[in-house]
């Protein structure tokens, strides 16, 4: 079964019909103004702590992690010895990756979208980022979308395993109030997608995977003047 095929079976149990899902995190909330974090309520900026049973895990698993910094090493080493003695023309793909990699990296840094959100606290962006951990505690959603717009689901509690038995829905955007946006147009392959308001404003998630079955749902989607 696909990683697509199993993130809409999950979207089944929770009685949503989606159109693509994946799992998606945002990056650090910026600390807003003290007014702005008042009139919202005073809301949590940050994921729970890992609960004491992932903590055990990675108390369990230091040891361990010398062991895989020196395996990602030699991977990285054979990839070194694999490009110098590959044939020019695989040469030729490798600085050609490595340059569309570095024009995506100044693309996304010149857009601002190296940023959570475009710094509007009172945009729709903003105020709906003030509550993205008033609904769920956990560090990550599924994000999923439907015909009628976006639905968020995640566990009430970070939890350390069986984030999918815990599912519920935390938010749910219609159509009208946000969409779903690929800014490349798949023009670069990434885990970016930005929810865009009505208002110009956005909020950026980085999905699991790498160009998803949402990025791949987007592209399929009419042009907004066609």
């Not at 949590?44 to 108390?59: D, Q």
């Not at 690929?182 to 404003?201: N, Q, V, Y």
Request: glycine share 6%.
């Amino acid at each position: 079964m696909t990683h697509a095929r199993k993130q809409r079976l999950k979207a089944a149990r929770l009685g949503i019909q989606a159109e693509a899902a994946d799992w998606c995190w945002i990056d650090k909330i910026p600390q807003p103004p003290a007014d702005v974090l008042q009139a919202a309520g005073n809301p949590r900026l940050r994921p729970a702590r890992l609960p004491p049973l992932g903590m055990i895990g990675a108390v369990l698993g230091a040891p361990f992690m010398p062991l895989l910094m020196l395996l990602s090493l030699l991977a990285d080493a054979e990839e070194a010895v694999k490009r110098s003695l590959g044939t020019k023309e695989e040469k030729a793909r490798w600085r050609a990756k490595k340059e569309e990699d570095k024009r995506r990296d100044a693309t996304i840094a010149q857009q601002g979208l190296d940023k959570v959100f475009d710094g509007d606290w009172h945009g729709n962006a903003g105020q709906f980022l003030l509550r993205w951990y008033s609904h769920s505690t956990h560090h990550q959603r599924l994000l999923l979308a439907t015909q009628d717009g976006i639905v968020l689901a995640a566990p009430p509690r970070r939890v350390s395993v069986g984030r999918e038995k815990r599912l519920e829905v935390v938010a749910r955007l219609t159509a009208s109030e946000a969409t779903l946006v690929d800014p490349f147009s798949g023009e670069f392959e990434t885990r970016l997608l930005l929810i865009r308001f009505p208002d110009g404003s956005w909020l950026r998630v980085d999905t699991e995977e790498l160009r998803s079955d949402l990025h791949m749902y987007v592209l399929r989607q009419p042009l907004p003047d066609s």
